[in-house]
C-alpha cells in the first residue's frame, strides 16, 4: 500500500488550489478515505472523507469550498480547494481508514487511519 500525495503549493487568499493523492496496492472504492490537515503547533484535524467512493462529508470549516472526488480509473483521490483563507495553511494528508463504518468526519479518529501519505504543503497568504 503507498499512498502519494501531489499538488499543494502558495496561493493568497480567494484562490484555489488542488491536490491529489496517487494510490497504489488497493482500491479506494474498498475504502473510507481522508484528507488531513496538520498546521504548526496545531493538532492533525480530518478535512474530508469519502465513503467506499460514494458517500462525502466535509467539516464545517471548510464545506462549500473544499470538494474532495476520485478518478476510478487513475486510483487517485482529489481535494479541490476554493476560496482559501489563510486559516486553510497546513501540510495536507491523504490517508487510508481500516474499518469501514462510521466513515464520517463526524465519527472517524486520527488513529483510524493506517496507511498516509507523505504530506504536501498548502500556504495561504493574506
Known amino acids: 500500500v503507498q499512498l502519494v500525495e501531489s499538488g499543494g503549493g502558495s496561493v493568497q487568499a480567494g484562490g484555489s488550489l488542488s491536490v491529489s493523492c496517487a494510490a497504489s496496492?488497493?482500491?479506494?472504492?474498498?475504502?473510507?478515505m481522508a484528507w488531513f490537515r496538520q498546521a504548526p503547533g496545531k493538532e492533525r484535524e480530518v478535512v474530508a472523507i469519502?465513503?467506499?467512493?460514494?458517500?462525502?462529508t466535509y467539516r464545517d470549516s471548510v464545506k462549500g469550498r473544499f470538494t474532495i472526488s476520485q478518478d476510478n480509473a487513475k486510483n487517485t483521490l482529489y481535494l479541490q480547494m476554493n476560496s482559501l483563507k489563510p486559516e486553510d495553511t497546513a501540510m495536507y494528508y491523504c490517508a487510508r481508514r481500516e474499518r469501514i463504518y462510521g466513515c464520517s468526519v463526524s465519527t472517524v479518529v486520527v488513529a483510524d487511519f493506517l496507511y498516509w501519505g507523505q504530506g504536501t504543503q498548502v500556504t495561504v497568504s493574506s
Open positions: 469519502m465513503d467506499r467512493g460514494v458517500t462525502t
Open positions: 496496492g488497493f482500491s479506494y472504492n474498498r475504502y473510507c
